[in-house]
């Protein structure tokens, strides 16, 4: 007998396949959050921009006539230093700030985001990681079961 000898490890096939089907849809579900975050994140990036031009001066924009998005209308925008605009703060509260302020707010909203963004990304590498861990398992498994030609 060998003192090489690999320890053999006995795995009950229905069991890693339903582990397997699990961490598939783990895996779409972190990667559908991931996908929300990335939305989130533009959302907050195309609001810093439009604060910094609205800062610059005055801005056209579309407006949200009807409060469903199905008719727009040209407006323009006063801007300057000294413009206040309306942020969502939450619960359906607005608060009027000055624009210095809330690009503020804007960026502390991008950061927080950035942050859990990157918490969800490693998440989904581990949870990848152990995926493809187990379906080597599982193929040799398999192989192992397969009859020698």
Known sequence: MSSQQQPTVRVDLNTLVQ??????????ALQSTIDGLNATLNVL????RALEQLRDGSVEALVDLDGGGVVYGKARVEGGADARVLVH?????????????ALKVIRERQAEVSRVLDRYRRELAEAAATY????????????????SQ
């Open 19 to 28: 582990q397997l089907r699990a961490l598939e849809e783990y895996i779409a």
């Open 45 to 48: 990036y195309a609001g810093e």
């Open 89 to 101: 703060a939450g619960l359906d509260v607005f608060v009027a700030l000055p624009i210095d302020k």
């Open 132 to 147: 493809q861990q187990l379906r080597g398992l599982l193929e040799q498994a398999l192989r192992r079961q397969q009859p």
